[in-house]
C-alpha cells in the first residue's frame, strides 16, 4: 500500500504541474480561432448549451436531480481507484454509444446531444464521489462536483482558480464562502467556459453522417478526461484529510 500511495502522490504532482501551468502559445491562438467558431455556430445551439448548462446547475445545487449512491466506505485508495477506472469505462461506452446516434441525425439531433451529455457527466461524478466516500446529498459536496466539472472544461486561467479552490476544499473558512456565495447566477461562467471548450468539435458533430464518427469519439474523450480531474480531485482530497487526521490528535 505504501508503494501505491507513494505512486498516486507522484501522479498527484504531475497532474498540480499541469493544472498551474501557463498559457502556450498554441493555446492562445486556439482560443482566438475559438471565437471565430462562435460567430458561425447557430445562435439556437448557444441557446440551448445556455440553458443545458443553467438547468445542470440548478439541477446539482437543489440535490433533486440525481441519484445519490451510499458512499463506499473502508475501502483502500487502490480499491477506490480500481471502482472508479471501472466507472469510466462503462460510462465513457455509454457517452460514444449516445455521441454516435445524436450526431448520426445531423443539425437537429446534435443539439440534442448537449443536455445528454451533460446528464452523463454529472451523473458519473456523483458516482465517482460515492465511491471515494463523499456523501453528494451534502450541499458542498456537490458544488465540489461543479467544480471538478469546471476544472475539467475550462480555460487556462480559470482552471488555476479553480484547483486551487479544490486543493483546499476542506477548509472550513472556504465551506462557509462556498455556502454563502454560491448560487444560481454561476451558471453564466460555467457556459461560457463549457461552450468555447466544446463548441468546434461538435460543430463537426452536426455533420450529418460524419458526425456520427465524431460524435462518439468526443464523447468518449470527454469522459476519459472528466475521469482523469475527478480520480485525482478526490485522490488529493482523501491524502490531505488523512494527513490532517494524523496531525489533530483526537480529543
Not at 51 to 72: D, F, R
Not at 154 to 178: C, F, G, M, P
Not at 213 to 240: C, K, M, P, S
Amino acid at each position: 500500500m505504501n508503494n501505491y500511495r507513494s505512486e498516486v502522490e507522484e501522479e498527484l504532482e504531475s497532474w498540480a504541474r499541469k493544472m498551474n501551468r501557463k498559457s502556450s502559445v498554441v493555446s492562445r491562438a486556439a482560443k482566438k480561432v475559438q471565437n471565430r467558431i462562435n460567430n458561425v455556430i447557430p445562435e439556437r445551439v448557444h441557446k440551448v448549451v445556455t440553458g443545458s448548462i443553467k438547468t445542470m446547475v440548478q439541477g446539482v445545487l437543489a440535490g433533486n436531480t440525481y441519484a445519490v449512491k451510499v458512499p463506499e466506505q473502508h475501502l483502500s485508495l487502490r480499491s477506490r481507484d480500481t471502482l472508479a477506472n471501472h466507472s469510466i469505462q462503462t460510462y465513457k461506452r455509454i457517452a460514444a454509444v449516445e455521441g454516435a446516434g445524436t450526431g448520426a441525425g445531423g443539425i437537429l439531433l446534435g443539439i440534442a446531444d448537449f443536455p445528454l451529455l451533460l446528464s452523463i457527466k454529472i451523473k458519473f461524478l456523483f458516482d465517482i464521489a460515492s465511491i471515494y466516500g463523499f456523501d453528494a446529498k451534502q450541499f458542498e459536496e456537490r458544488v465540489f462536483i461543479l467544480y471538478i466539472f469546471q476544472l475539467a472544461f475550462s480555460s487556462d486561467e480559470t482552471r488555476k482558480d479553480v484547483y486551487e479552490r479544490i486543493q483546499n476544499w476542506d477548509q472550513s473558512s472556504l465551506q462557509k464562502e462556498v455556502r454563502e456565495t454560491f448560487n444560481e447566477h454561476d451558471w453564466k461562467s460555467f457556459q461560457l467556459e463549457y461552450r468555447d471548450y466544446i463548441d468546434f468539435p461538435k460543430l463537426l458533430q452536426m455533420i450529418p453522417g460524419f458526425g456520427a464518427i465524431v460524435g462518439a469519439y468526443v464523447n468518449y474523450h470527454f469522459i476519459d478526461w472528466l475521469g482523469e480531474t475527478a480520480i485525482n480531485a478526490y485522490r488529493q482530497r482523501l491524502i490531505q484529510l488523512e494527513e490532517h487526521n494524523k496531525e489533530t490528535p483526537a480529543e
